[in-house]
T-cell receptor
Framework: LAKTTQPISMDSYEGQEVNITCSHN???????ITWYQQFPSQGPRFIIQ???TKVTNEVASLFIPADRKSSTLSLPRVSLSDTAVYYC?????????????FGAGTRLFVKA | GAVVSQHPSWVICKSGTSVKIECRSL??????MFWYRQFPKQSLMLMAT?????????EQGVEKDKFLINHASLTLSTLTVTSAHPEDSSFYIC????????????FGEGSWLTVV
């Protein structure tokens, strides 16, 4: 299973764009990259998933360079309610299926 | 997205008793579910992989006789904490996925267990 490395914490202000980068140097060919958000006392919530290039949905964008050894979650115009822990996960059918091993995650603090 | 539900959301039990937590996939079938525990301000720790119709696979260091996992149907897995002790108090979370090409995993709401 690919190990992921993220910054432990980040601070931002309301209305700013936040970019959280995750390193996954040993990502396998069939691995997907998935980001989750977790609030205290809640299960992680799916944000976005991608395999390569760029993926965008209604809440975030995911940028994946050609070598796929890293990825960047972009949150546009964050609000106070985006304060949470964000996890980058890598896995796929040939790396233990979707057995998901969590790294430490990134604690995002959004200030007014 | 797919929905995974846990029950109960929180439970308090006395030391020495057993408590069961249920995990259900509401709109898809899950041959595999996963169980995690999480301590305050820490990341999720994978405890075991629950396989429908067969024995669970436990991660190193997790006592299989203490944390009994049953996956009797394609939509239900249960975690039973046997002979609970205060150190078992934690936030327990399950996850499952419909097996789509990206193998997206969805998580339950979590269950707080307090052993007194």
């Amino acid at each position: 299973l690919a190990k992921t490395t993220q910054p432990i914490s980040m601070d931002s202000y309301e209305g700013q764009e936040v970019n959280i980068t995750c390193s996954h140097n040993n990502i396998a060919t069939n691995d997907y990259i998935t980001w989750y958000q977790q609030f205290p006392s809640q299960g992680p919530r799916f944000i976005i998933q991608g395999y390569k290039t760029k993926v965008t949905n209604e809440v975030a964008s995911l940028f994946i360079p050609a070598d796929r050894k890293s990825s960047t979650l972009s949150l546009p115009r964050v609000s106070l309610s985006d304060t949470a822990v964000y996890y980058c996960l890598v896995g796929g059918p040939n790396t233990g299926g979707f057995k998901t091993i969590f790294g430490a995650g990134t604690r995002l603090f959004v200030k007014a | 997205g797919a929905v995974v539900s846990q029950h109960p959301s929180w439970v308090i039990c006395k030391s020495g008793t057993s408590v069961k937590i249920e995990c259900r996939s509401l709109d898809f079938q899950a041959t595999t579910m996963f169980w995690y525990r999480q301590f305050p301000k820490q990341s999720l720790m994978l405890m075991a992989t629950s396989n429908e119709g067969s024995k669970a696979t436990y991660e190193q260091g997790v006592e299989k006789d203490k944390f009994l996992i049953n996956h009797a149907s394609l939509t239900l897995s249960t975690l039973t904490v046997t002979s609970a002790h205060p150190e078992d108090s934690s936030f327990y979370i399950c996850s499952a996925g419909p097996g789509t090409p990206g193998n997206t995993i969805y998580f339950g709401e979590g269950s707080w267990l307090t052993v007194v």
